[in-house]
């Protein structure tokens, strides 16, 4: 048994970050300290000077561990860390950690390519963004890739690469074609000098280089050309019209964070300004706040938003401060590579751009509270109309779900989707593969994989017994199981469950003639639910999401099967190197009258490889 009192005297007063559990042992709080001795004891001494809520996270504390670290910016990282991985109840959480997409020009290679990436590299190239729209990036794209004929192939020209003829961009005057014959790289560069200017924000140069063009097609009498020219003008103006100037005295890079917060919610806006120009903005909605200061969201805030991201700019404006702005600002300088600044301004232009963002905040919570309060509301009533009509002890907070997909017995896969507090959580969603089963199989196939789940769930909970491991998605067990199936998949999981003695309520979906849900079946009962209820549209939104994740796996699966080659066959030559061999020489024919030297010069490929491919194709020349 845990002892509170005893482990608290063996408290280091050192750095780290120390994780809150409850009962089931899943994680309810993470937090840092420069001292966890210190931290971790004041939770357990009076609550007098506790909020609501950290009373009762108290309450719900059966046992904590802690990770030392050397440093406070070593604590603060690994904290934001965990709290993105295991999304602690009593956490302040930001609930979008989307990557944002950049533009990639490719500068560190011959030929440069220009393309869309959600990952900065320090690879040499040049990443222009972030951009808050995926449509914005694939416009820009489009114009670029319209007005400049780039390659956009992956051959690699350092190591002299040719191929034998060209691809299709080449004859329908997408790309000059440095594959197949010499074009002059000084002329290359001067498009790619074009395009780097225009992502910098320099987009007049574009424009008087499109009107000279259009000019010219109208000269010659080409009107249609003329017009599309014309077209393209009038995007890129629409564009600049859209990217409002905010700052003419600095083109320093800039993410200014505003916040307005509700009786228990926050809403935090983000504008990223990019050379003087608003380039993009985000709002996030920061809920179970209450209580919470506006420095401790703030904080919350920039460490999980920043932790996701792959861009840092030089200067990061804020309302106010908050209790570890410092430790913060070291974190963001390492992770740029120099200096970043968190400024809190209290006067001039920088102060005016905060409080424009702090309105929009403001005007984007008024907008939605309500609409989340009432999506909030809705799987609330969901989730206890649910233990309603079950009889559960308690409101089903996680419940997971699971499916079966094959066609007539062929590639049998199975699917467990999560949904907590009446939300999809992908992060916990996991597919199976069948392994032991052969043919058109349900049953077979469904014994399986919750077998293989709950076997490894318990190894799991072993595992974090032994500190071995910390929480993982397989140890958190479900308040409900819901099967794709009536009542023989009901028993099926029953069955196995009572082998591994683990006691967890197994409800099962009963389908009419469409397919479609219509009762649950429960402890030998058929249940049925009104259609209009919250608990049924839940329930339906549960159902198509394990079908959908099941059927995506089965797909990709036969997909990959489908494509299949005699190059399988060789020792040595994977995915990979398939796919580079049927790149370079274009067919499995080119590939067998290759030499040796030509095989190895492709990439992924080495001498041994290339000897390999080459003994195979002599040894089988019936093939």
């Not at 001494?45 to 561990?65: D, L």
């Not at 449509?135 to 191929?163: H, Q, S, W």
């Not at 199989?441 to 076997?455: H, P």
Request: positive net charge; proline residues 3%.
């Amino acid at each position: 048994m845990f002892n509170i009192e005893e482990e608290l005297k063996k408290l280091p007063d050192k750095p780290g970050v120390y994780l809150m559990k409850d009962k089931n042992e899943q994680i309810i709080y993470v937090g840092k300290a420069i001292s966890l001795k210190k931290r971790v004891r004041q939770y357990f001494q009076s609550s007098k000077n506790h909020t609501p809520k950290v009373n009762a996270m108290v309450k719900n504390i059966e046992e904590f561990e802690y990770i030392i670290t050397d440093t406070e910016v070593e604590a603060l990282i690994l904290e934001a860390n965990l709290i993105k991985k295991h999304k602690p109840k009593y956490n302040i959480l930001l609930r979008d950690d989307k990557q944002y997409p950049y533009i990639k020009v490719t500068t560190n290679e011959k030929y440069p390519r220009v393309m869309k990436n959600r990952r900065i590299l320090k690879d040499g190239a040049k990443y222009f963004g972030p951009y808050t729209s995926v449509g914005a990036v694939n416009d820009t794209l489009e114009i670029i890739n319209n007005l400049y004929p780039l390659r956009t192939c992956k051959m690699n020209f350092d190591k002299n690469e040719k191929r034998q003829r060209p691809c299709l961009n080449y004859y329908i005057g997408k790309c000059l074609g440095p594959c197949h014959h010499d074009v002059d790289e000084k002329k290359y560069m001067e498009m790619i000098d074009e395009i780097i200017m225009f992502l910098n924000g320099k987009e007049e140069k574009l424009i008087e280089v499109i009107e000279n063009k259009m000019k010219e097609a109208a000269k010659n009498l080409d009107f249609e050309i003329a017009a599309k020219y014309r077209d393209k003008v009038n995007s890129l103006n629409f564009m600049l019209e859209k990217q409002k100037i905010v700052s003419t005295t600095t083109m320093v890079d800039q993410d200014i964070i505003g916040m307005a917060t509700g009786i228990d919610e926050a809403c935090v806006q983000i504008f990223f300004i990019r050379g003087g120009k608003v380039t993009g903005r985000e709002h996030f909605i920061l809920t179970d706040t209450e209580y919470q200061s506006r420095g401790e969201i703030l904080s919350s805030f920039v460490k999980q938003f920043y932790i996701g991201t792959s861009y840092v700019p030089k200067e990061i404006l804020v309302e106010e401060e908050f209790e570890d702005i410092e430790a913060v600002s070291s974190w963001l300088s390492e992770k740029r590579g120099s200096k970043v600044a968190l400024r809190i301004p209290k006067r001039g232009e920088k102060n005016l751009l905060v409080e424009m963002v702090r309105k929009n905040a403001l005007d984007m919570l008024d907008k939605y509270s309500d609409k989340i309060k009432r999506r909030m509301e809705s799987n609330e009533k969901a989730l206890n109309e649910l233990k309603e009509v079950l009889q559960l002890d308690d409101i089903p907070r996680r419940i997971e779900a699971f499916d079966i997909s094959n066609i007539q017995g062929v590639e049998s896969v199975g699917s467990m989707v999560v949904f907590e507090n009446g939300k999809s959580k992908p992060s916990d969603y996991r597919r199976f593969k069948i392994k032991t089963v052969i043919g058109p199989d349900d049953y077979g196939s469904m014994e399986e994989i919750i077998y293989r789940r709950f076997s490894r769930g318990i190894k799991e909970k072993d595992m974090i017994k032994q500190s071995i491991t910390t929480v993982e998605s397989f140890s958190v067990f479900p308040d409900l199981i819901m099967m794709d199936g009536g009542k023989g998949q009901v028993n099926v999981a029953k069955r196995v469950l009572k082998e591994l003695g683990i006691n967890i309520p197994v409800c099962g979906l009963v389908k009419d003639d469409f397919h479609r849900t219509r009762a649950l079946t429960y402890e030998d009962m058929e249940i049925e639910l009104s259609s209009n209820s919250d608990s049924f549209k839940l329930i339906t939104r549960i159902q198509d999401e394990a079908h959908r994740f099941a059927i995506t796996y089965h797909r990709s699966l036969r997909d990959k099967k489908m494509i299949k080659s005699i190059l399988d066959d060789i020792n040595g030559i994977g995915d990979k190197r398939k796919k580079a061999l049927l790149k370079a020489f274009g067919s499995v024919d080119n590939i067998k009258k290759a030499t040796v030297e030509e095989l190895a010069a492709v990439e992924s490929m080495n001498k041994l490889a290339a000897e390999q491919v080459y003994i195979f194709f002599r040894n089988n020349k019936r093939r």
